[in-house]
């Protein structure tokens, strides 16, 4: 199993560390350290409370719950956002309100989940033409029948 060390900010004195919902899940939860108002198509950060340590080769994948994506329209505008191994700030979620209605966020509620996952770095190898394939350049709605 991979460690990730993680540091709790005073400000998140009470909330729970990131957490698996059940043991099949793929995603931690992540609660918010703030309270805040959304209002319909509005964007804005919430803190979490804490910074992590990516470990080199890793990324962290910060990723909307589906419960509030489907009940209010809320989400995340750059989903997946990325946590870079070398990044050592607080983790912070920028949330949308797609739905009707204003959304309020409490401090506590589970706000994203994040999952960590192994990323390789590779090397560019300019060429003067792509290998073949049978999709070739087809591109957005071009595998649908």
Do not use: W
């Amino acid at each position: 199993m991979t460690e990730v060390l993680i540091t709790r900010l005073p400000h998140a004195d009470g909330l729970p560390l990131p957490s698996l919902g059940t043991p099949g899940a793929a995603g931690y939860d992540i609660a918010s350290a703030d309270e805040g108002r959304l209002a319909p198509l509005e964007r804005k950060l919430f803190r979490t409370g804490f910074a992590i340590a990516v470990p080199a080769g890793f990324e962290c994948q910060i990723r909307p719950r589906s419960g509030l994506a489907l009940r209010h329209g809320v989400t995340l505008p750059n989903t997946p956002a990325t946590i870079d191994s070398d990044y050592r700030g607080e983790l912070l979620i920028m949330l949308i309100n797609l739905g009707a209605e204003p959304f309020e966020v409490t401090r506590g509620m589970r706000i994203a989940q994040m999952v960590i996952a192994r990323v390789e770095q590779v090397t560019f190898r300019p060429v003067e033409a792509l290998p073949g394939t049978e999709r070739g350049a087809g591109g957005f709605g071009s595998t649908g029948r």
